[in-house]
T-cell receptor
Framework: GENVEQHPSTLSVQEGDSAVIKCTYSDSASNYFPWYKQELGKRPQLIIDIRSNVGEKKDQRIAVTLNKTAKHFSLHITETQPEDSAVYFCAASNPAEPGRRALTFGSGTRLQVQP | DGGITQSPKYLFRKEGQNVTLSCEQNLNHDAMYWYRQDPGQGLRLIYYSQIVNDFQKGDIAEGYSVSREKKESFPLTVTSAQKNPTAFYLC???????????FGPGTRLTVL
């Protein structure tokens, strides 16, 4: 089955700096890579996703890059703000294949943005 | 997200008891999922269902059971066979394309 590894487990940055979180996956058949943000005690919320037919996607201060050859993808947050503080999870799946539709999650990165 | 509800929000179970967690969605989604989250860890898949009356085991299905009799509902039963059930349980659903998964608010289960 799929295995997703996520680094770092914790990340502390100063407000205004950039933050980068990296994930690697093992199943070359995976082609959908979402990122979720989870605040303490709350449900995960999708913040951005990328499909394997593109190498980069941006949404305001958030961007995701994908390297299919190396089987890794990264989340980039620019101009960080205190409200970006949360736990971020990467995940992988292949929605087109019935046996691979469920997401496999990384172990999470706790991001702290210091004011 | 507002279309997925879970109840109860908090649940306390005595050892040896079975308990059932509710998950309902009004998004007309075909697929529904159950995940378990332990403190400081990621989400692990318990069971998922892609269509009514069909479901598949995930990575940690032992000690759990599910049913999918209606499209809108996917209840999870935590049986006494689950030795360490204290965790945060999250239900999710996705539409016909099986891409974006939307999560419910979760149920926090504690074994006394």
């Amino acid at each position: 089955g799929e295995n997703v590894e996520q680094h770092p487990s914790t990340l502390s940055v100063q407000e205004g700096d950039s933050a980068v979180i990296k994930c690697t996956y093992s199943d070359s058949a995976s082609n959908y890579f979402p990122w979720y943000k989870q605040e303490l005690g709350k449900r995960p919320q999708l913040i951005i996703d990328i499909r394997s037919n593109v190498g980069e996607k941006k949404d305001q201060r958030i961007a995701v890059t994908l390297n299919k050859t190396a089987k890794h993808f990264s989340l980039h947050i620019t101009e960080t703000q205190p409200e970006d503080s949360a736990v971020y999870f990467c995940a992988a799946s292949n929605p087109a294949e019935p046996g691979r539709r469920a997401l496999t999650f990384g172990s999470g990165t706790r991001l702290q943005v210091q004011p | 997200d507002g279309g997925i509800t879970q109840s109860p929000k908090y649940l306390f179970r005595k050892e040896g008891q079975n308990v059932t967690l509710s998950c309902e969605q009004n998004l007309n989604h075909d697929a529904m999922y159950w995940y378990r989250q332990d403190p400081g860890q990621g989400l692990r898949l318990i069971y998922y269902s892609q269509i009514v009356n069909d479901f598949q085991k995930g990575d940690i299905a032992e000690g759990y059971s599910v049913s999918r009799e209606k499209k809108e509902s996917f209840p999870l039963t935590v049986t006494s066979a689950q030795k360490n059930p204290t965790a945060f349980y999250l239900c999710a659903s996705s539409g016909q394309s099986f891409y974006t998964q939307y999560f419910g608010p979760g149920t926090r289960l504690t074994v006394l």
